[in-house]
């Protein structure tokens, strides 16, 4: 079975750091994705993790560990246009996603 | 980056009425597109795989005869909601990949809010 664990709701303040958890027991695994979801859009890729480790790219960071079945998404000096919904996915055969239930972020000034 | 785009972005039907929702690659050919659901606060279900010349693949606890899905082409992949009821209404999602590689980012489009009444 499928089983992708996520905090539902964060706060964090403007300019700080936050980092989004997401845990994971899947049947299959190919690879982490994580989106961004703002209210009534579709998503928008964030990264790709496959190897563990940590992928940076920009304010956003992701890393992987495969043996925890873990990874973590890592946003630095927020701004308030991150308030969004983050969403884990796991790649499964065939480009399919199996998606966690997303994380509220909310930026407050 | 690649582009899917979804048509209607909103719709409003009548309880009893069919509703059909496109999904097109612009400037890429995908041999498969999924089918995603999302109510509100919560995250994607995955509904269906969308296979170009074939029959679609669902999820467990899908309605095959209700969510009706044709992939005709390299390009476009359609859903039709049967016999719509309020308890429908949600956000539908459609998407795809670039390629088959397990990494390819996948690509969504701007989803659908169907409103039943």
């Known amino acids: 079975g499928q089983n992708i664990d996520q905090p539902t709701e964060m706060t964090a303040t403007e300019g700080a750091i936050v980092q989004i958890n997401c845990t994971y027991q899947?049947?299959?695994?190919?690879?982490l994705f994580w989106y961004q979801q703002h209210a009534g859009e579709a998503p928008t890729f964030l990264s790709y993790?496959?190897?563990?480790g940590l992928e940076e790219k920009g304010r956003f960071s992701s890393f992987l560990s495969r043996s925890k079945g873990y990874s973590y998404l890592l946003l630095k000096e927020l701004q308030m246009k991150d308030s969004a919904s983050y969403l884990c996915?796991?790649?499964?055969?065939?480009?399919?996603?199996?998606f966690g239930g997303g994380t509220r972020l909310m930026v407050k000034p | 980056g690649a582009v899917v785009s979804q048509h209607p972005s909103r719709v409003i039907c009548k309880s009893g009425t069919s509703v059909k929702i496109e999904c097109r690659s612009l400037?890429?050919?995908?041999?498969?597109m999924f089918w995603y659901r999302q109510f509100p606060k919560q995250s994607l279900m995955l509904m269906a795989t969308?296979?170009?010349?074939?029959?679609?693949?669902?999820e467990q606890g899908v309605e095959k005869d209700k969510f009706l899905i044709n992939h005709a082409s390299l390009t476009l992949s359609t859903l039709t909601v049967t016999s719509a009821h309020p308890e429908d209404s949600s956000f539908y999602i459609c998407?795809?990949?670039?390629?088959?590689?397990?990494?390819?980012?996948?690509?969504f489009g701007q989803g659908t809010r169907l409103t039943v009444v």
């Open positions: 400037d890429f050919q995908a041999t498969t």
């Open positions: 993790n496959v190897l563990d």
């Open positions: 998407s795809a990949a670039l390629g088959a590689a397990s990494n390819t980012e996948a690509f």
């Open positions: 996915a796991v790649g499964n055969a065939g480009n399919m996603l199996t």
């Open positions: 899947t049947s299959g695994f190919n690879g």
């Open positions: 969308s296979n170009e010349g074939s029959k679609a693949t669902y």
